[in-house]
DNA sequence: CATTCTTACGTACTGCGTAAGAATG
DNA sequence: CATTCTTACGCAGTACGTAAGAATG
């Protein structure tokens, strides 16, 4: 009698505003959507909507029913998630990450991921770390991959590497700052000599090293802020100022002395970084994919290698979402 | 992809065993039940039933999905409860009470009911306390009312109205036992001059009195032990002995003479009734029927009125399980 | 060899799409 | 009058039933 494909019109309608709308979220008609409510309705026997304006408007008992329609119908996706074979299991998955990632294992994730999980959909999305504990916040995102720097209780938190961070500028402008004998470690308050990149508090690096630098002191420094990391490195690169950089990430450039390190006292503390997803999914498929993290998390850099060329991180195409399984008009 | 009737199927075969069984009561072939979980197991890329031997056995991923398909489906039959119009909500309501219900204002409520829910099919079972408490618990039925005996947390507990028992006998038996000018009232121990009939411990109203009994000192006296109020009315009625009936019941008896009351110190107390239902089910339905017991619970008998002939409390026929939906063969 | 499930095949019916209709702002 | 939902109607594909097949105890 009830059904799910039902639900699923109720739920998108609500969603999306429209009868047309969900029709069209669903490759089916207008037509068909707007029969499926009539059959809840007359299953039901009660009105859902109200028809007496043009716009889809739910009655009370319609917002009772889109409840308790959409907690079955997320009911029947986590029994489809926990019950699938993984070769079978076809679905979107949000993956989000932070750029250093994007620039150094993300391929190396999602090729495990896709190994495991073939028919997944994983769509990667690069952002601030603030933002992606937003959209896991608001479940717009299934998992992300940032430093571990707030922790949501309602998170499931796996801990991957740490990543250790460095002060790196050009040889010469470490020369022309700090002269021909410089001291083997520079203290924090040194630093003023140099212009300063740092990257601004929304992102989770940029919060540990600004709450680390209040801690220990560090004068406010003539210094520029940048969100990315690839300009933070390209600035860097050009010799305008000094920078926290992953060492071992940028090895590569260290090696042939396009950068060079120049040691603080204290040095730099380790940035920890982790897998978050919501616990309340608590699905498999979320555990798994913390578990590849932790299994491929590595922050050396293949790209690095090939020269100052760092424009990695562009995300795949995103995939279609799915052939139409309707009898759509062709 | 995944359909209520696919795991309707599984749940049916699971719970009868065999995949002929299901399709019986699913009202539907063995060749669509076979389909059914076949389209389940291509869809979730797994094997639900272990095919090496004739009988079908769960593997280990199928009992998973059975406990969560047995799930989906009764948040399916509580959503459907929760929305339905009243007048179309179409399902067994299985309602147990004991005897005197039974006799008494059984079809009062269950007009009641239907008044209320024309679509619904009630089925009354006529059972003892215990044996509806057992039911009730093993979730066998959905609404009882008995004695208020036994607390189970786990059940919602509607008090009615209390039921006022006394010690009764025929004249004719009280003379000869008492003599001309009996006591205004008997001390407990003056009974052990009749013999007594009492009700087993099966019965609420039995256990109840049975401690108080023991509590207030009656003697164990020569005593006959029925679990049926009817056979115990007739036995009193021709003078075998005494024995503790419902007053408002057999007011009619009382006042032609057929049967009379001997006043004991202290008199018996009175035994509360009570509409029971499991806290889980939560549902509008159990409640409503719990209040409509509540508003015409009424312990006094029509039929009592008409003469000796107490042959109540017959079960109605029970209904057919719905008309064939799918498309058998005539 | 009886029972239980699967497979094959033709069919019936549900539910879909097209297109026209009604109602609203 | 454009937009949004409903209704009518014919069609298509799914899912069903029959009946025969395979496998087990």
Redesign the interface.
Known sequence: ????KQMEALFWIAELGSFAAAANKLNTTQSAVSKRIQELET????AIFDRSRRTARLTE?GE??LL??R??LE??D???E????K???ARRFRLGVTELTALTWLPALIDEIRAHYPRLIVEPEVELSSVLFERLAEDSIDLIVTPDVFHDARCIVTPLKRVENAWMCTPALATATLGPHPPRRLPLAGLSAFTVLTQGNLSGTGVVYGRWFRQNGMPTVHSLSSNNLVAQLGLTLSGLGITYLPVHTLRPLLRRNLLQIVETDPPLPDIPYAALYRAEHASTLCADVAAFAAQRCDFTSPLMSAGTQTGGGEKPGRALPGPARGRRAP
Do not use: P, W
């Not at 299953?43 to 009660?46: A, D, R, W």
């Not at 926990?82 to 074979?85: E, Q």
């Open positions: 009698m009830i059904t799910f299953g039901f026997g009660i008992k009772e029913l308790l329609a907690d079955l009911r029947r986590r029994v489809v926990r019950v699938s074979a070769e079978v299991l």
